[in-house]
């Protein structure tokens, strides 16, 4: 193996979130050094990586967003199992209601962001949700390629969505080409987020240098209000669903789904790595065996509550940057939009930030603003998208576990 090769196997070897905190620091060093007539030229370099790193999330995200809804839609199988109806039924309302609380968040503690708008086109922000029902009408019918290559990323879940359901009846082969499809895809997102310290490093390098303190300020406000979401939504609305559903204090449940199954994937940080966790915790708590096997590689899929609060408070907080103050219909529309992006969020790392452009479309921000919000969510992704997975995949086996115990109970 040659030194290059050993390397770069070094490098990958090592944790991706020790490596981004790494760039973080190196980054607010040389920016604060910069700062004071130090390394000038390196934060000129340094910028550059930020800038690529930001041109290859903005190159990969519209075929991510395309490929891995298609192949969402049209993979999973949703009539195996009795009860199955009633899980994506909490699936989707789970999702939705943390979408509507990463909203409310949102307009109780509005962030404001350090981002580069000196190349930003000065856009008209929607008055209305007519306005807004309008824009999303004509940008669904957009022309596929064009879709694809202006980054129209409703038209681009539009064409995903119907592709998918399309070919729900095609042959296994072609069914297997969008697997493999998603797989490459998969691949070399996966491959611009192993270069994620290097940009990371060089965007705090220069927010540093040009704001000081500021953006790490506004960075770790934003975090704090999208930990506290997630907080909310796992102590207080999932509980409430069970107890809708159960008559009886959930509270044990849900502490039980976050201790077994929630603490270990907030150090995997994938849902997917979490499923033979999970199915351990269903046989555990002795729930329906011809429910669990399906439901929970279903919910590595489709329930993404925290990937729902995340795309709507990383979303409104580029909009509040840009001034634009969304009314209650564009926010609820939001709140649905970002619900549908989750559903289709799993399977890469960072896949919820990927789908950040897709809902700011909605308020006409252009996909140069989204990305940059991308990026710092990539910042902020050390915490972030560890709780993010844990409540993501605690709530599999919570569903799970209200629909396999409301069927008991409607069957006495």
């Known amino acids: 193996m040659s030194k290059f090769s050993t390397l770069v196997q070094n490098y990958t070897d090592k944790n991706l979130v020790l490596r981004i905190v790494i760039g973080v620091i190196v980054g607010a060093t040389v920016g604060f050094l910069a700062q004071k007539g130090y390394m000038l030229s390196l934060v000129g370099l340094f910028g550059t990586l930020g800038k690529l790193f930001v041109g290859a999330l903005k190159a990969a995200a519209p ?71 309008e824009n999303l009408l004509f940008n669904i019918v957009d022309n596929p390629i064009s879709a694809l290559a202006n980054a129209n990323y409703i038209g681009i879940l539009a064409w995903g969505t119907g592709f998918g359901i399309a070919l729900r009846f095609c042959t296994n082969e072609t069914k297997n080409l969008f697997v493999d499809l998603a797989d490459a895809i998969t691949m070399i997102v996966r491959f611009i987020i192993q270069l994620a310290p290097f940009g990371i490093m060089g965007l705090v390098a220069t927010s540093v240098y040009s704001t000081g303190g500021q953006a790490l300020m506004g960075y770790g406000r934003l975090l704090l209000v999208l930990v506290g979401a997630m907080v909310f939504l796992a102590l207080i609305v999932n509980p409430i669903i069970a107890f809708i ?74 909009a509040h940057t840009l001034g634009i103050t969304p009314t209650f219909g564009t926010a609820l529309l939001l709140s649905l939009v970002a619900a549908v992006s989750a559903c289709g969020a799993s399977g890469v790392a960072g896949g919820s930030l990927m789908l950040i452009p897709l809902a700011s479309s909605l308020f006409n921000i252009s996909n140069d603003i989204a990305m940059q919000v991308v990026a710092i969510g990539f910042i902020i992704g050390v915490i972030q998208d560890s709780v993010e997975t844990g409540i993501n995949s605690s709530t599999d086996v919570l569903f799970t576990a209200i629909a396999s115990e409301s069927r008991e109970i409607d069957s006495l």
Request: overall charge positive; charged content about 15%; some cysteine.
């Open 63 to 133: 075929i991510l967003v395309f490929i891995l809804i298609a192949s969402s839609i049209l993979t999973n199988n949703f009539n195996n199992a009795k009860g199955i109806r009633k899980v994506i039924m909490l699936y989707l309302i789970g999702t939705f209601l943390a979408a509507v609380v990463g909203v409310i968040a949102s307009f109780m503690f509005p962030t404001i962001l350090v981002l580069d708008v000196s190349n930003e086109v000065t856009r008209a922000a929607p008055k209305t949700v007519v306005e807004v029902l």
């Open 245 to 318: 559903f159960l008559k009886k204090n959930p509270y044990p449940l849900v502490f039980t789904c976050l201790k077994e199954s929630g603490l270990t994937a907030f150090f995997t940080r994938s849902s997917a790595a979490n499923i033979p966790v999970n199915l351990n915790l269903c046989r555990k708590l002795k729930l329906d065996e011809e429910l669990y096997p399906i439901s929970i590689p279903l919910g590595a899929t489709i329930n993404m509550g925290g990937a729902a609060v995340v795309i709507s408070i990383l979303t409104l907080a580029a």
